[in-house]
């Protein structure tokens, strides 16, 4: 199958959000009125964020799903995707099963794939992703205040924990297995919480790198500190029997690849964020403070600092 051939079969679907979509030498886009354009790219590489044999339907699903966390993490609509891919073969097989998890994600989000390029090459992912925004309402890394409380959807840690089992760092239940695993292979962008947190939150960033690591680049951007309590740091059911190991702890504060949302909102705004969590069925925990300075500090329940080194993956480090 040529390069072409391949292209229809397996990323050419209907574009309704778009004026041309696939086929031509460029995709046409109308940005609807009063919005601007967020855009976003990510790449997944082979060896670094995933392995060469894994499930092609997962990995169809979270090409698009860690770009459209990036999407959510600005309070955007996710509109267009753009896809880029360099394949060793052309594998019909594979490439049934990865267009048809990425198909099913951009399904569920509305999101249309309108071009892209495609080469021979290492196993290599890059989607770039289109949103719109009220060009005031976007959420952005800039706007923590002091006083503001700290927040974040869903449980920490969970992916990296699976990755922990894997790589046999610690040992977990085959259900405690099951569930982290869930989260690291088919994570949920929070899409329907950035949208509701438009005029509500001061300020997001998605959970890529780890809560610390991706807290540090918000507080650098708004220039503010913050405080964290270790009690309130949500926990999965898988993680709670690890939470007070070493391993569990580094997996809350500093595990990557959760893409859960930690936003800022100031404390009148409490009640409101409570009843989003209740409307999205979705786990919203307070979980410090905003605080003039910089730097995050971190305490357990009896007040003593935890010191949680530095945290996060790093490419270059
Ligand atoms: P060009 O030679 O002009 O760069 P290509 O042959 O690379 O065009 O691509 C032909 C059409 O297919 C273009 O519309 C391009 O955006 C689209 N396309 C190529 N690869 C992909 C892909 N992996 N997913 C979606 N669309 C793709
Ligand atoms: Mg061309």
């Known amino acids: 199958m040529n390069e072409f ?3 229809r079969k397996y990323f050419t679907r209907p574009a309704p959000n778009a004026l041309l979509g696939v086929g031509d030498d460029a995709a046409l886009l109308q940005v609807s009125a009063g919005n601007v354009l967020a855009v976003s790219s990510d790449m997944l590489v082979s060896g670094t964020h995933f392995l060469p044999d894994a499930d092609p339907f997962l990995l169809g699903h979270k090409t698009l799903a860690v770009n ?6 600005m309070g955007a609509t996710p509109r267009w995707a753009v896809l880029a891919i360099a394949l060793p073969k052309a594998d019909e097989p594979w490439l049934e099963k990865f267009s048809a998890g990425f198909f099913a994600l951009a399904q569920q989000h509305g999101v249309n794939l309108v071009g892209g390029d495609t080469t021979r090459g290492p196993l290599n992912l890059c989607v770039t992703i289109f949103g719109e925004v009220p060009a005031q309402q976007a959420l952005r890394r800039s706007g923590a205040q002091p006083g503001d409380d700290i927040w974040v959807s869903g449980t920490l840690g969970d992916a990296a924990l699976a990755l922990a089992h894997m790589q046999g760092r610690l040992l977990l239940s085959e259900s405690e297995f099951a569930a982290s695993a869930q989260v690291l292979h088919r994570p949920q962008p929070r899409i329907a919480l950035g949208l509701a947190l438009r005029g509500i ?14 807290l540090g680049h918000m507080l650098d951007a708004s220039n503010v500190g913050a405080q964290i309590d270790l009690a309130s740091l949500p926990a999965s059911t898988a993680m709670q029997s690890h939470a007070a190991t070493l391993s ?3 997996c809350i504060l500093s595990g990557g690849d959760d893409y859960e949302l930690c936003f800022t909102a100031p404390a009148a705004r409490h009640d409101e964020i409570a009843a989003i969590g209740t409307r999205l069925s979705l786990r919203l925990s307070c979980i410090g403070k905003i605080v003039a300075g910089s730097g995050c500090i971190v305490h357990d329940a009896a007040g003593n600092l935890i010191e949680p080194g530095s945290g996060g993956y790093e ?3």
């Open 5 to 7: 051939d391949l292209i």
């Open 68 to 73: 459209l966390s990036d999407i959510a993490a």
């Open 201 to 214: 939150a001061n300020s997001a960033i998605d959970i890529s790198d780890g809560l610390l690591a991706d």
């Open 248 to 250: 569990g702890m580094q």
């Open 315 to 317: 490419h270059f480090r």
